[in-house]
């Protein structure tokens, strides 16, 4: 089953922008999930069983120069990931996957990668 968080607004690659884009894709969860409630994953979240949003948030702005374009949290047969699109200094768009019960990186697709390292 896959989670659709989208939203076109980019966000500063301040903490508080990050945060708030987090916020933005964690209360779009409700009205996208469908037969599964986003109870469900905030309970997963509560329990430690997958990493906050605001986690892997954190990190890509430690690690990474961009502005959030889009948010997925994906999940099949029990397994979460998350999906973060972002939008580079030169235009160039990057996706990241981590895996939302350990946090881990595990891949990265895009163009022009290395230009958005911090």
């Known amino acids: 089953m ?3 968080l989208s939203f076109q607004r980019r966000c500063r690659r301040s903490v508080a922008g990050m945060l708030l884009g ?3 894709a964690i209360g779009m969860v409700g009205s996208a999930v469908g ?5 469900s994953l905030h309970g997963e979240v509560r329990r430690g069983e997958v990493v ?3 986690t892997i948030l954190d990190w ?3 690690h990474y120069i961009g502005d959030v374009l889009e948010v997925e949290v994906e999940r099949e047969g029990g397994y979460v990931e998350y999906e973060i699109k ?13 895996d939302g019960h350990t946090g881990q990186l595990m891949s990265i ?3 022009r990668i290395n230009d958005m390292r911090r």
């Open 2 to 4: 896959k989670f659709l």
């Open 22 to 24: 987090g916020l933005l």
């Open 35 to 39: 037969d599964q409630s986003w109870e």
């Open 52 to 54: 906050p949003l605001e």
């Open 60 to 62: 890509l702005e430690a």
């Open 86 to 98: 972002l939008l580079g200094p030169q235009g160039q768009v990057v996706e990241f996957e981590f």
């Open 109 to 111: 697709e895009g163009v």
